[in-house]
Every structure is written in C-alpha cells, then in structure tokens.
C-alpha cells in the first residue's frame, strides 16, 4: 500500500515534498502578535538528491503562492498516511505506533514515505524579509525536540546547524489549528495501540513524525545527556562527546550498575527537572562521579562544567545533590541566556521581565525605559577631567556625573579622585583651590586624631575597652584581604620573628599597608567612639585604601561611608534586620511566588543575605567587581538603598532555580553563600535597575489607584479596585535617593564591646 | 536503623571572634590551615563525609562568627544541631571565661529540650605557641569542663594539625549518639520499643 512516488523528472524549478506540517510557527517576540505562521517541510530538491542533499525548511505562510498552498495543504493532510480514513485498519499487520520513532526499517504501514507525489517551488535557504529559511541535512548538526507536554505549551523543535555562528528560530507546533495534526490525532483515536510509544504518558502532537520522518533520511542517534537532543548523522567524536556510555558494558546486572544509572540519570535529567525527589546521592554514587570525571569516561561538556571552580567543590564534598544540581542548572541557564541576549539584543531584559514578573498591561516598562537600563563603559580619568572647567569646578550638572558613573563605572585610573567626590570628601561645587585648602584640614585633623590615641599610653594600659578592641581590630586586619598584592606578606607567622614576642606590642605586623589599615580603624574607634571598632569594618576600609593610597584621605573617606554604614553595625543590629525586612517585604512584593517557596523552606527571612548587606558584597564579589559596584552605589542614583535591589536582582535571577531544585534551609543558604565568586555583576546591575523601575512603577500605580483616580485605566473589577492597597513606610522609603542614616546610641562607660 | 535517609549530623562552632573556629573547620574538613582566611561574617558550613563504626554519616559543620553583637542571627541555624563544639583560645584568657555564656546562650537559642544532655565538646586551641603565651593550663581548662558537667575537652592546634582529627572524631560520635537518641524519641509512639543498649564508653557526653 506503500507509495513512494519518485518520477524520474520534477516539475521545472520544484522539489518533492516528503514530509509537512501546517501552521508552525515562529515566535519572534513574546507578543502573539508577532508570530509568524508557516510550513515546516522535509524536501527532495532534485531527482538525484542524495539523503544529505535534503532540504529541512521553514516557510512562512506568507511567502507561499497559491499553487504551493495547494500542494502543501493536501500533503499535510493526506502526504503520509494517504487518503483512506480507515488506513490503519488496512495497515498491513504493522503493530507499530502512529508515531514510532523506533521504527527504522522503514517496513509495513507505518513508513512515514509520502504516499501522494507533491512539489513544491524549491524553497529558500535564507531570507532579508521573511523568516524563511532551509537546511541542507548534511548542515544539521542536531535536532532539539521539545514535546508538548501539557495542553498548556506547544510543542517544539530547533535545529542547531553545523555552522556555530548561524542560528535559526525555534519552531512551535500549533496543534490545535493544523489540519494536518488534527486528522493524525482523530486516525490515532481510532485505533488504540497498548504499544505504541505515547501510551507511555505523551501528548501526541505535532512533531512527532518530524522525527520518524527524518529518521528515513539519516540516523538520528539521541543524546543520552540531554533528552530530546538528537544528533543526525552523528561523527565519532560527537558519539562520544553526547552519547557516552558512562555505564561499562560488562558491568550491567552487577551490583553497582544501579548507582552507576542513578548516576547516568541524574548526568542526564539535570537539566530544567524537577528533581525534589532526589535528596542527596550516596557516598557510593558521589566516588563514583568522582571517578567518572577524572577517568575521562564523561563526556568534554560536562566534564568542563564539572571542573568549573565552583562546581568543582561541591563535587569534592558532594553534601547535598540538590546544591550541585541547582548549579549545574545555573551554568545551563547562563549558557542559554548568553545565546539568548546575542540573538535578541536589547529585548532581552524586557523579555525577561515580562516573563518573571507578569506583564500586566498597566505596569509594563516602555522601550525608552528599558534601553535606559544598560551598562556603558567605565568613565576614564581623561573623561573624568573634561567635567570640570579651569578652575576645577564641574561644568555639568551633579545629576549627570552621577548618571554617568552609575551606568559605568569607572576605570582605575579615574578612581582616586572620583570617589572623594562620591564619598563625599569633597563636595561637588568646590573648585581645585577650595579643595586644596580642604585637603590641608583634613591632613591636620587626622593627625590630632591619631595622636589622640597613639599619646595615650595610660589609658592604653588600663582601659580594657581599649585594649579588646586594640586586640580586635589587631586580629582582623591580618585577616584582611591578604590575597591583595599590597595586602600580601610581611606576616609574622611567614616571617620567623626574634625578640618581638610581646602579643600586645605592634605583634609583629610587618605589612606597611596592613598596618596603615590598622591605625586608620584605630582612630576611627577614637573618631565614632560610640560604635567603635565593628567586626566586618576592615573589609570596608581596605578597598578605599587600595585606591586612594593615602592615609588620612583614606581615614576620610572611610568615616564619610561609614556615614551610610553606621546602621549596619550597631550594637543591637536593629540597623540590619530593617534592612533585611525591608527585602523580604520587596521580595513579596514583586516576586510573591519566590517568596511563598522561600518562606516553605524556612528561608523567608532571607539570612543568607546578611553578610551581602553587611559589607556590600565584599564577600562575594571580586575585589575588582566590589570597587565597581560600591561606586554605583555611593551615586545613590535611583535610591539609597540600591543594594537592595541588586540582591532583589539575585533571588530574581536565581529564582527558578531555587523555586525548582531547592526545598531546605540548609540547601538554599548553601547555594547563596556558594554564589561567591559567580556573580555576574553587569548582568545583575541591568536586572537590578529595572526591578527598580519597574517597582516604581508599580508603586505609582497603586498609589494613583488609591488616590482614586484613573480608575478607567485599571482593567480588572471594580471591587478589588476599590480596596486600598498599602505600601509600607519601608518600602515608599526605597524610593528616596536620601541615605538612611542610623547613628549608634552613646556608649556606656563599662559597656561590654560585643 | 533502617537506612531511609543518609544521616546528616549538624554540628556548630562557637567562640570569641579569633581563638581559631575557621582554621579549625578548615584544618579538620581540608587538612589545611592558612593566613588567609577572613574574619566570618554571618554563618557558613561545610559538609565532611565520615564513617563511624561502619556508619556512614555527613557532618554539616557551622562556622559562626565570634562577635558577640552578630550572635542573635544564631537562632536561624543553631536549631537541629546534634553537637556543639565550645572553642577558646589558651593564649587568651577571656576567650576561657567567655565559654560558658556560649555554652548557655547556645541552650537559650537553640531551644535545646534537654540540656542537660545535650553533648558539648571544647576545644582549647593554639597550643603551638610557646609556653610563656600560654594563658589558660590544661588543668584549669579540665577543671572547668568538669564543672559544666564532664565535658570532653581537647587542646588542638589548627596551625600545626595537632589533635583536630582526634577531637572532630569525639564531636562526629556525640553527635551521632544525640541524633540517634532524637530519632528514637521522636518515634516514641511506634509500638516496638527499641532499647538504646548506648555504648557510652565511645564518648564521655
Ligand atoms: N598560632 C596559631 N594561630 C592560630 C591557630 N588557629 C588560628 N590561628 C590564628 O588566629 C587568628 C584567628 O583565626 P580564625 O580561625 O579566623 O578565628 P575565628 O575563631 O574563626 O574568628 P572569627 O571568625 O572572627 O570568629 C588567625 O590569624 C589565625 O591564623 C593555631 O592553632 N595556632
Ligand atoms: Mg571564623
């Protein structure tokens, strides 16, 4: 009953349809709008093609003439099973399904060769005006199926071409409008199939004979690392490289097979699964991965992401699967987001937060908006100078400084001068004179500070206030930063150290610049004598020292932030725990269901972000990538308490991870403190600029619905609009570009430190 | 036991900021001891893989920081610990006095139901340094632990790797004895009655 038509000539200009399928589609934005409907079709260009030769094309709706509607709407309809209803009764005792993807021979009822003979014009392999384009199967390199799994999404396909640099458009099966589809599904129902693949649980849907289709035209070996990729035609190298077989083959029906496949899952379900009911893998499983990674069985894309630093240490200890898993699922969203923002641009952060955040109409950012949130290049020390005039007063507004450093940065050079101004050492409408005669009093009051303690030797003698925090701030600044070129030797403990055996002497500190950072936190015990010396302020003060190289700028710069600072570390922290309900309060706000997840693992008061917010990031950021972000923040350029909206940043680009993988305390604050080192700063500062936009906006809407006005412009009922909808003090406190200063009450003589 | 879950044995880490909590943890859990660790902010752990007796287990250590002002974040992790391990600095004789404010504010934050029978082991350490530095001798230190109801103690040096694996090993076996005991107390209303036949001899707590 087979009819693989195959005439000696095509009609002139045309190639032989093998396969079609109606109303795919191209999604361009995330607007349904945009998609643009088309034909996804296998084609036999000439009568000698070779398999290779074969075209995979897409073509749009659009760019079809009637004569080829025609063809491509019969053979969607009757191209493969022919133009009996009852066909699969006729079948000739076939048993395989209507979709058997497993079916390689090609035999019995169920070919997938067409049944009617239809050309179509050859289609085009590229396109300036249409999204048309075609695939030589020999430039396949793979084929990535996505099934319909819910009625909810369509299914997809996208094949990735051998040529790295060339991308195409995912295509998108809409079922429920192809005429094609629809008859499959009806033939299907008519004949119930107990073996047929997708009883297994599948949705039938469209895609599904792209594949057995193609399978008549080249070998499509999937990979066992990743489900629904297919390699076609694969070469050894790539057999290697994605269908490893992890597994030995003489050891199958051993005992330790068993961890060996539990292993070979969890390599291949990593990606995007729900894993909740893989806890923890076993001491065995984790030698076992160990093994695999250093025995070269597993295959170069893992393995390389295996040995990324931070994976790496978790491999080692392997405490918890779902901390290693959520990071593998991290590097695999990077990776893809990476692509993703090459390919779509500018739009990409919009996308993205239309598809995290909602999209209601009424609260979505403009064009102009978005392209406002972007990372410029660093402000250099030329670009720097050319803001002030002769006379060494800023020619621009303070606003457009501002601006400028806040979407840039600024390069080293341009540092040391630029943060004083930030710090506000000195203010912006000085001239170079004014800043001089600045300069001189602050060099003179530093030292009368610093002699204050340095002459006191009675009350260094008796006053034991003084002397634990001579011991404390002794302790932490040889535990500051020492990886830091200045910061680096002169340790005692490097050093063998001779007759300096007094503890409480200068204890042997040889570092020059460890021992400036010492007297500066020294005299500022003296200088904020109330709060003193704090655990955490070391690590503030040393960046501003490695740029300004200055002792007594450095000790003003230092006391200017800890202006800003003084509320992270008073005495009965009251400061940080504000600051962490005002992010937990944030986060309700704009990620409800992060924080319902969050609040179910016991994390809803977010702990993790403690020592974030404590010393800014410090911890977990690079040295460099800390003096950038603390310069965007000193702009105080939307909001003082920007750094909120950076950690909103994190949890909002980590949250699917963290919705999908992480379910404990434990697990989560593991995957927090384990984000040092990996955080994307310019990623973040663009999500983080946004979220606050966006949160703005919001904020706006709300207070003018309250207001009662605009009520039209609400969509939603009327009632819920007609309650008022509150914002905390906290959160409207966000929007102000005023530092929130908190200043550490008088201390007690007698008071303990603590 | 039945093996439904791999056991994960939670233990924390207090003392006053410096006596040594971190290159402790990192000595015991890498084998290594440097310069270069920074002073603890907040809380971290780190998981270590043991077997005792045949049993494997995960120790999930906590390092905390020493600062007194950041203790009252204690109460986010300290609860479902099994052991917690009381470290000073024998050099520095208030980090010794300060041992028991630990010890009880610990009790408070971690709302531990019996204390009396909750397993603390201390940790005198640095004593690489020479003798004349030393503050607190080994018979006060003893003499203290026990006063607080026979605690183990042990003299370490995270420097130099003296005695940390010995001591981490007591920490591992009380731990496991407090979960154990948790566990079948919690399985109270089970009908079988299993009798802890616990072999106290492996553990002084
Ligand atoms: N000589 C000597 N020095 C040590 C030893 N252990 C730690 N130190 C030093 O003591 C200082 C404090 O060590 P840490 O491990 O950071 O102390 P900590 O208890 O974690 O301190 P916080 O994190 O502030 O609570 C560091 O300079 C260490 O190098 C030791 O066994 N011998
Ligand atoms: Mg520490």
């Known amino acids: ?754 | 036991m039945s093996n439904r879950r791999k056991t994960i044995l939670k233990v924390i880490i207090l003392g006053d900021s410096g006596v040594g909590k971190t290159s402790l943890m990192q000595q015991f859990i890498n084998g290594k001891f440097s310069q270069q660790y920074k002073a603890t902010i907040g809380a971290d752990f780190l998981p270590k893989d043991m077997t005792i007796d045949d049993k494997q287990v995960t120790m999930q250590i906590w390092d905390t920081a020493g600062q007194e002002r950041f203790q009252s974040l204690g109460v986010a992790f300290y609860r479902g610990s099994d052991c917690c391990v009381l470290v000073f600095d024998v050099t520095n004789t208030k980090s010794f006095e300060n041992l028991q404010s630990w010890r009880d504010e610990f009790l408070i934050q971690a709302n531990i139901k019996d204390p009396d029978n909750f397993p603390f082991v201390v940790i005198g350490n640095k004593i690489d340094v020479e003798e004349n530095k030393r503050m607190v001798s080994a018979k006060k230190a003893q003499a203290l632990c026990a006063s607080l109801g026979n605690l183990p103690y042990f003299e370490t040096s995270a420097k130099e790797a003296v005695n940390v694996e010995q001591a981490f090993d007591v920490v591992a076996r009380c731990a496991l004895q407090q979960e154990e005991s948790l566990e079948y107390s919690d399985d109270y209303t089970d009908a079988v009655n299993i009798h802890v036949d616990g072999d106290n001899s492996t553990c002084g707590c």
């Open chain 1, 1 to 754: 009953m087979v009819h693989i038509v195959s005439p000696r000539s095509f009609p002139p200009g045309k190639g032989q349809l093998l396969y079609v399928k109606s109303k795919v589609y191209v999604h361009v934005t995330s607007s349904k709008k945009d998609n643009v409907p088309g034909y996804l079709v296998i084609v036999k260009p000439f009568p000698d093609s070779p398999k290779t030769d074969l075209v995979v094309a897409f073509i749009p709706e659009s760019d079809v003439s009637q004569d080829d509607v025609n063809a491509l709407d019969y053979f969607d309809l009757y191209g493969l099973d022919g133009e009996e209803n009852n066909f699969y009764g006729n079948s000739n005792g076939s048993t395989s399904s209507a979709t058997d993807r497993g079916n390689h021979n090609g035999g019995g009822g169920r070919s997938n060769y067409p049944k009617v003979a239809r050309f179509i014009e050859r289609p085009r392999m590229s396109s300036m005006s249409s999204f048309a384009f075609g695939l030589a199967i020999s430039n396949i390199f793979s084929i990535q199926v996505r099934p319909k799994t819910t009625t909810l999404w369509e299914g997809s396909v996208v094949l990735h071409p051998k040529d790295v640099l060339e991308k195409v458009p995912a295509l998108f099966f809409h079922d429920d409008e192809s005429a094609g589809t629809k008859r499959e599904q009806k033939l299907k129902s008519q004949r119930f199939d107990p073996f047929a693949e997708n009883s297994k649980g599948g949705l039938y849907w469209g895609g599904d004979r792209f594949v057995s289709c193609m399978r008549n035209y080249c070998v499509l070996e999937e990979s066992t690392l990743e489900k629904g990729m297919y390699l076609v035609n694969p070469s050894k190298d790539d057999t290697i490289n994605f269908i490893p077989n992890v597994l030995d083959e003489s050891e199958v029906g051993n005992g330790p097979e068993s961890v060996g496949n539990a292993v070979n899952e969890f390599l291949n379900g990593a990606k995007w699964r729900v894993l909740t009911g893989l806890a923890s893998v076993t001491s065995f499983a984790k030698k076992q991965l160990n093994g695999m990674t250093q025995n070269g069985s597993i295959p170069a894309p893992i393995r390389n992401l295996l040995n990324q630093p931070q994976v790496r240490v978790v491999g080692d200890d392997f405490d918890s699967a779902n901390v290693y898993l959520a990071k593998w699922a991290l590097a695999v969203q990077e990776e893809a987001e990476k692509s993703r923002k090459q390919i779509v641009g500018n739009d990409y952060y919009r996308e993205l937060m239309e598809s995290e955040l909602g999209n209601e109409t009424t609260v979505a950012l403009t064009p102009q908006e978005v392209s406002r949130a972007r990372r410029l290049k660093p402000v250099s020390k030329v670009e720097w100078e050319s803001q002030f005039d002769s006379s060494g007063r800023l020619q621009i507004t303070m606003r457009e400084v501002l601006d400028r450093v806040f979407h840039g940065g600024l390069e080293p050079e341009a540092r040391r001068e630029a943060w004083l101004f930030l710090l506000k050492v000195y203010p912006f409408d000085t001239s170079s004179e004014e800043r001089q005669q600045l300069l001189a009093s602050l060099y003179e009051s530093y030292v009368e500070y610093k002699n204050s303690w340095k002459g006191d030797l009675e009350r260094q003698d008796k006053d034991a206030y003084w002397k634990d925090q001579k011991v404390r701030i002794d302790k932490d600044v040889r535990r500051t930063d020492r990886e830091i070129d200045i910061y680096k030797g002169g340790d005692p403990m490097d050093v063998e150290t001779t007759g300096n055996e007094d503890p409480d002497d200068d204890a042997g500190l040889k570092n020059p610049h460890l021992m400036v950072l010492r007297d500066i936190l020294f005299s500022y015990n003296e200088l904020n004598h109330n709060l003193g010396y704090v655990q955490g302020m070391s690590d503030l003060v040393s960046p501003l020292y490695y740029v300004l190289r200055d002792e007594p700028l450095t000790f003003w710069a230092f006391a200017r932030f800890m202006e800003v600072m003084e509320r992270n570390f008073v005495r009965d922290l009251s400061g940080m725990k504000e600051q962490m309900l005002t992010l937990t309060e944030l986060v309700q706000f704009m990620m409800p269901s992060l924080y319902q997840h969050l609040e179910q693992c016991d994390s809803g008061n977010l702990f993790f972000f403690f020592r974030m917010l404590l010393v800014w990031f410090k911890r977990e950021l690079s040295f460099e990538d800390t003096l950038k972000l603390w310069e965007i923040l000193w702009t105080n350029y939307y909001s003082s308490q920007f750094v909120l909206f950076f950690s909103l940043a994190i949890l909002e680009k980590h949250s699917k991870i963290i919705m999908n993988t992480l379910n404990r305390f434990d697990d989560i604050l593991k995957y927090m403190n384990d984000l040092s080192g990996t955080l994307e700063i310019d990623d973040l500062l663009v999500r983080a600029e946004l979220l606050f936009m966006k949160f703005k906006q919001v904020v706006e809407m709300i207070d003018r619905r309250n207001a009662g006005i605009g009520f039209s412009a609400v969509q939603g009922d009327v009632d819920s609009s007609l309650q008022r909808i509150p914002i905390s003090k906290q959160l409207r406190l966000l929007l102000s570009t005023e530092p929130v200063i908190q200043r550490e009450n008088p201390r007690e003589v007698g008071d303990p430190i603590g």
